[in-house]
């Protein structure tokens, strides 16, 4: 009998746990148009690429079908998300799924999510802390935002030929003296971590910069060159709406090397490099070394200061 009781005691434990984890997680729109819940089993987000499927209700409860949803990843501490869009699809019985979630680093996401039917249109926002196992979707998550380290330093650049996105031949001692204020990052075009970061605080540098973007030179280097060459650095570029003034540079392993370690950038794993700018202005003798991931306002604000000078 005891051991009867206390194996049907384990097996109600278990099932609470399992009722648990498969309570939906739900949120109302901001404005109470609609009420959005993530179907069990699905309100994980790993680091990686994602799938997840929602159930839209209108405010008395019932399912929504026809809806147009918008889903956008968010990196609240960077405040800039990635250009990888996600693709949603209408199952009907008010379910739509979600697909190429993408989210690029660990820590801290939201899903955006717009909805509209009709003239109404809201939006919800879940929370998710993202790790390699996997997190789950959260209401109150507020990680600390990133700090970075900021050291000035004297480089000499290698006068070396490279190749660009367009497969034409670059001297990199020219570009870098042309007389534009110029900032480097090491990225490569099959990076699902910190590289779509990266690129896209460049984006939003040249959205903040406007007319102007032009007039400053931002320079990628590929720290996987023997794979990186000027068609895929040129479709990596167009995910990121790069322009005239952004330019993804490759070359023989033997002439990024040296530019790497001219620049104390040498990169013993691509698959475990950190986040790293390198900024100089024109006729200064100084580099400033960043070490850590920008939000949109820091890199603007690193740049102002180097024009300054």
């Known amino acids: 009998m005891k051991s009867f009781i206390a194996g049907l005691c384990m097996l109600l434990v278990c099932s609470a746990a399992f009722a648990a984890e498969r309570t939906p997680v739900a949120k109302p729109t901001g404005k109470g148009v609609f009420t959005l819940e993530i179907v069990p089993g699905g309100s994980e987000l790993k ?22 949803l918008t889903v956008t990843p968010w990196l609240p501490a960077m405040g800039q998300g990635v250009w990888d869009k996600p693709v949603v699809t209408k199952r009907g019985g008010g379910k739509y799924e979600v697909r190429n979630i993408v989210t690029t680093i660990h820590g801290r996401w939201e899903l955006k999510i717009d909805v509209s039917k009709g003239a109404l249109k809201d939006q919800a926002v879940f929370a998710f802390d993202v790790s390699g196992k996997g997190t789950t979707a959260s209401q109150d998550i507020d990680l600390p935002r990133g700090k970075y380290a900021r050291t000035v330093q004297h480089y000499n650049i290698p006068n070396v030929t490279l190749l660009n996105q367009d497969g034409k031949k670059v001297n990199l001692r020219e570009m870098v003296d042309s007389g534009k204020p110029v900032i480097f990052d090491f990225i490569y075009t099959t990076c699902t971590t910190i590289c779509p970061v990266l690129s896209a605080s460049f984006t939003n540098l040249r959205k903040q910069l406007g007319e102007d973007a032009d007039k400053v030179q931002l320079i990628s280097l590929s720290i996987d060159p023997e794979h990186d060459r000027p068609e895929q650095m040129k479709k990596y570029l167009s995910r990121y709406r790069a ?31 950190e986040p790293l700018y390198i900024m100089h202005a024109p006729q200064s003798d100084e580099w400033i070394r960043i070490k850590g991931l920008l939000n949109k306002n820091d890199l603007l604000r690193e740049l102002r200061r180097i024009e300054q000078k």
Do not use: P, Q
């Open 47 to 68: 680091n990686g690429t994602n799938t997840i499927e929602f159930v839209l209700r209108d405010k008395s409860g019932k399912v929504v079908d026809g809806a147009e």
């Open 243 to 273: 322009g005239k003034g952004w330019d993804f540079l490759t070359g023989s392993r033997e002439n990024i090397d040296r530019v790497l370690r001219a620049l104390d950038a040498t990169v013993i794993d691509k698959m475990a490099h």
